[in-house]
């Protein structure tokens, strides 16, 4: 019953044991995943610190990094937590193998106490021999076998605990060098937070004072972003009239293949009929011509969606939603889609997602797709946009193309290279939309 007891015992404790370590590898995952991001957004920092030191780049890149500081300071607030419950999961089960070995050692001793006392061969012979029948006697050989067995495995149980125990202050010891770890780890992020805020609300002192200017960079990044808008939705309304208009032309071609089709079987209809109404000679031959068989005429949906081909590339787009490359390989995201405040107030809606890079990295396509659209919105800065079936990319703010329009990209091709934004750092505004309608960008891209 004992060996049974420690057994049961022993996987409970080795599921816990096994899902406290699967969640301390998550939360170690995602510690590892926000450190490089903070690596990210500082390398950017220090690249750009010029340029960013009084703009509203500067700020947002700054808060991005201030919350990606939050972030992890969160993750290690959880590893604590985990800390502390496997600390204490972790000394309950030793003061239960405490407790489990008082009572092992106890019966042990008694049933030594027992086997001294009774340790000649005229007790044991004796015991057997007052047996008041030959299966009495049998019995209580075998109990005797059974109770030296027993013992044995007293001093095994005993052994395997011991064991165990040991096992769990290791553990012990291991998690709590680990919270120390991690709690100098804390401070030192909780220090590194408090500099990049205090370096934030300078910036935002900053950019306070120079209201009038503000107000003019806003305006100018407002005004280009709907130069970049109208050109996207432009291209976008051509992609889809001219899809149309192939539709139209096939359907029209089709419904000639087909009137041409009900003609013939009407002409070849008259003449049997007319051959019917004439009874042939005994000496002819009557030839049966084989009528002619109409062809499946398929007829093109009465939607604007796009042809066959494209609706399966769309469904493929489709099927990858949330696990889309990064148009860029390192950057972070200085404005997200939707409406975004300034310090000063001012609201604007952003109709994709702005990322910070560095000035010339590589700007790669999410998705195969054709470009539809190479433009020039501002002196040597160009946008693409790219068609995936019914789905539509765009990647605004490049120098350096290398791609024109009508060409077949694929996955993670290089388009062309960041430029600098209006306020002098690398970024580029990546869009994305359905047809007419925008959508959130980050909701597509895989998690970083």
Request: charged letters at 30%; aromatic letters at 8%.
């Amino acid at each position: 019953m004992m060996r049974v007891f420690l057994s049961i015992m022993f996987c409970c404790l080795f599921v816990a044991s096994t899902q406290a370590q699967a969640n301390t590898q998550e939360l170690e995952r995602q510690r590892q995943q926000l450190k490089k991001e903070i690596d990210e957004a500082q390398k950017l920092l220090d690249k750009n610190k010029q340029a960013t030191q009084q703009s509203l780049s500067g700020y947002y890149m700054i808060s991005n990094k201030v919350n990606l500081q939050d972030r992890l300071l969160n993750v290690i607030e959880k590893d604590l937590h985990l800390l502390d419950d496997n600390i204490y999961t972790i000394q309950k089960d030793i003061n239960k193998y405490d407790r489990l070995l008082d009572t092992l050692k106890q019966e042990y001793a008694k049933s030594m106490v027992y086997a001294y006392k009774n340790r000649g061969n005229y007790e044991f012979l004796n015991f057997i021999f007052s047996a008041d029948n030959f299966n009495d006697a049998i019995k209580r050989i075998a109990y005797l076998k059974s109770y030296r067995t027993f013992r044995e495995m007293q001093g095994q149980n005993i052994l395997r605990t011991q064991e165990l125990r040991r096992k769990k202050l290791e553990d012990l010891g291991v998690s709590k060098k680990k919270k120390s770890l991690t709690l100098d780890e804390q401070n030192k992020e909780l220090e590194e937070l408090a500099k990049q805020k205090n370096e934030q609300s300078k910036i935002v002192a900053q950019l306070k004072k120079e209201g009038k200017s503000l107000n003019a960079s806003i305006a100018a990044k407002q005004k280009q972003m709907k130069k970049v808008n109208d050109a996207v939705k432009a291209a976008i309304a051509k992609a889809i009239k001219d899809e149309n208009d192939r539709r139209i032309a096939e359907e029209k071609r089709l419904k000639k293949i087909a009137d041409e089709v009900a003609r013939l079987k009407k002409v070849e209809d008259a003449k049997n009929a007319t051959a019917t109404n004439v009874e042939p000679k005994k000496t002819d031959v009557v030839k049966t011509k084989t009528p002619i068989k109409e062809p499946t005429v398929k007829t093109a949906p009465a939607t604007s969606d796009f042809n066959t081909e494209n609706v399966a590339l769309n469904a493929s787009f489709e099927r990858n939603r949330g696990s889309l490359p990064w148009p860029v390989d390192n950057g972070s995201v200085l404005f997200h889609y939707g409406p975004n405040k300034y310090e000063s107030g001012t609201t604007w809606i952003n109709e994709g997602v702005t990322i910070a890079t560095s000035i010339g990295a590589p700007v790669k396509a999410v998705f195969q797709g054709t470009v539809i659209l190479v433009a020039e919105p501002e002196d040597g800065k160009y946008m693409v946009t790219v068609k995936h079936g019914n789905y539509f990319t765009s990647y605004v703010n490049l120098t350096g193309l290398t791609v024109k329009t009508n060409q077949e990209v694929t996955t993670g091709q290089v388009l062309g290279r960041a430029a600098a934004n209006l306020d002098g750092i690398g970024a580029i505004d990546f869009k994305s939309a359905k047809g007419y309608t925008d959508l959130d960008p980050e909701k597509w891209l895989r998690r970083r």
